[in-house]
């Protein structure tokens, strides 16, 4: 997920952080794994989540995106 510039700080992404971790939960999923920015990781580590592997690049239209 990506939030707007305009709209960052708000509560967008816990939002639908959390949204998606309950749609999970009801789901029967016991553990979640996801690919984060590196603008994303403050968000994530504050909702508990923490890094498991070194940074990757994601390949995007050409464009090379930091990512853990």
Known sequence: ??????????????????????????AGFKRVEMTATLAGIPLYETCGYEKIDGHIDIAEDGTSIPSV
């Open 1 to 26: 997920m990506y939030t707007h510039l305009d709209w960052t700080r708000r509560g967008v992404g816990r939002f639908v952080l959390s949204h998606c971790e309950q749609e999970a939960k009801k």
